[in-house]
């Protein structure tokens, strides 16, 4: 890696992630990049964090099938249609024509409301919350980028029934509650946005989206939460009996995390040294580096060993005794993103220290003795970095346009989020697709600011608009 993210994101993410192990693309199928062993295991430490935040608010994990018959994929008129021209079929089996044509899932709420039907019976079966971290398939005919957009999405989808439309919204609430503490502990600053009518999830009454932006300025949506009212309920006949007797439709939601909060990970913390990864991310936590001469190998090694013998029971640790030079080792782990090295010759053990660095440079001497209690202020600091980079970097791209030259002019040259006002009338908001200034991205969560119209200068609310992923 010899190439700055800055002014070269495209070439630098491709090369970053193939270089440090994420994924290697040659799979013969587009869409479809090959996890390998450090970015999958990055990937299981991700969904673990989300999984044990998932757990603490009450839901649980579960597994569906992958297909899904086409009479009852088609059931949700507004879903099929929002979906039909991107899933992918299986219509045969063996050489005979399946009579119903089955779908790999590009989402599950079709897979898993019928069943949800048969579990909801009375209002003490409410709420179900549960969620699955699996693949989904998506026949993308734009152009796929590597953990980003691709025809196989690893994610995790939670869905839910509730027996009012008020629970119902409590708990997208409670969704973007934990998307946030999420991406709070993987140091990535965002917004909120709830998306306009016009791109919100296929059969949902609205959707929240997280946004944040990377380095070429595009912005990436790395969480949505929907909430589905009774639409699929009156469609999969999700209904439950009231205390009194009476038969209502369940409320339901979705949400979802996929592979593309570890691409925001990538391109966001990254540098021209490779990518860093968050310590509770990272297959190796603590890289060791011995730095032997070729008299006393077994002199570090019985100084040294020791402490990782003893770091090794509370984080992932690994001993780099290889055969490479020193400096080729750190390279590799930094390309990698180790968040902490430590690193020490016979000097240093024998005056009892070793050196403590981490993944953004900060470096410390510290004796022999005190290096595990100075882990837990090392990975703090090592994280505030991260983030005060990411947010100032975050900050930098948050901009305000009031003409559309101003807009093209933020679009073309530094793009980022950019606020602007919209009436909220479908004839501006197609002019504003057809000048090319950029996608709507919709309101920002909790900001109800009234502004001009940028096309028709009418009233309006204040949107964000970005070129985005
Ligand atoms: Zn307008």
Redesign the pocket.
Known sequence: MEISKVGNFSEWYQTVLFDAGIVDQRYPVKGMPVYMPWGFQSLDHMFALLETLLNETGHQKMLFPVAIPESVFSKETEHIKGFEDEVLWITHGGLTPLEDRLVLRPTSETAMYPMFALWARSHADLPIKIYQTTSVYRHETKATRLLIRGREVYWNEAHTSHATFEEAAENVEEAIRIYSEFYRQLCIPFLVIQRPEFDKFAGAEYTFALDTVVPDGRTLQIGTAHNLGENFAKAYDVKYSTDSGESKYACQTSYGISMRGLAAMIAVHGDEKGIKLPFQISPVQIIFVPIYSKENVTEVDAKLKPVFESLKKTYRCKYDDSNKRPGDKYYFWELKGVPLRVEAGMRDLSEGKVTLVDRNGSKKVIAIDALSKEIPAAVEAYHKKLYEDAKTFFEKAQFSAKTIKELRERMDETRGMVRVG??G?M??AEELDKLDVGKILGYEKGNDKERE?V??S?K?KEIVMSKSY
């Open positions: 919209w009436c009338n004839a501006c119209c096309v028709c009418k309006g």
